[in-house]
């Protein structure tokens, strides 16, 4: 069972692996990070799918943390 709480600006933080968007969040942690930078896709995805991923997203639905 996943969990959302929606902020009185409009953000969300939320649990959801639906939601989870683990291709922009690969470009964070995994090409835009210096302590992680050049991980493979493939570890990082099987490390989320085996993860509580929780994302924050902005009012729009864009996933921005």
């Known amino acids: 069972m996943s ?3 929606i902020h009185q ?3 969300a933080i939320s ?4 939601r989870f968007d683990v291709a922009r969040a690969y470009q964070w ?3 835009e990070s210096y302590w992680s930078n050049g991980i493979p896709e ?3 995805r099987r ?7 929780v994302g ?9 943390a």
């Not at 490390?47 to 991923?53: F, G």
């Not at 924050?56 to 996933?63: C, E, I, K, L, R």
Request: glycine share 10%; no cysteine; charged share 15%.
């Open 3 to 5: 969990h959302t709480i």
């Open 9 to 11: 600006d409009g953000f």
């Open 15 to 18: 649990d959801d692996p639906v």
């Open 29 to 31: 942690i995994g090409v």
């Open 42 to 44: 493939e570890t990082f």
């Open 47 to 53: 490390a989320v799918a085996n993860s509580l991923a």
């Open 56 to 64: 924050v997203y902005a009012p729009d639905g864009a996933m921005v």
